[in-house]
Nanobody, 119 residues
Framework: VQLQASGGGSVQPGGSLRLSCAASGSIFSVIDMSWYRQAPGKRRELVAHITSSGNTDYADFVKGRFTITRDNAKKQWYLQMNSLQVEDTAVFYC??????????????WGQGTLVTVSS
């Protein structure tokens, strides 16, 4: 199983980006999907999470600005980021709890995609 994150880049404050993560491999179902971020010199932190039933949860610092969605059929999930701030600069990682075809549950991480917000 692999997770492939994409969509990072450089934007000015107030701008928007949309991150995507695609899961591939021997997958029976993707249970939980999340986005984390790690800013330079800081610990990795949860940004947003979405369950298999579509329930979402956000870190306080992104509420009202970021939206996580998922496409179960495509085994993909997304993070729409609006009103980006300089403080949002970080490497963003996608994360998922996946049930493989052997019906074993594991947690996986994508490779990270850099988001830079600067003027």
């Amino acid at each position: 199983v692999q997770l492939q994150a994409s969509g990072g880049g450089s934007v000015q404050p107030g701008g928007s980006l949309r991150l995507s993560c695609a899961a591939s491999g021997s997958i029976f179902s993707v249970i939980d999907m999340s986005w984390y971020r790690q800013a330079p010199g800081k610990r990795r932190e949860l940004v947003a999470h979405i369950t298999s039933s579509g329930n979402t949860d956000y870190a306080d610092f992104v509420k009202g600005r970021f939206t996580i969605t998922r496409d179960n059929a495509k085994k993909q999930w997304y993070l729409q980021m609006n009103s980006l701030q300089v403080e949002d600069t970080a490497v963003f990682y996608c994360n998922a709890v996946i049930l493989n075809r052997g019906l074993e549950e594991y947690e996986y991480w994508g490779q990270g995609t850099l988001v830079t917000v600067s003027s």
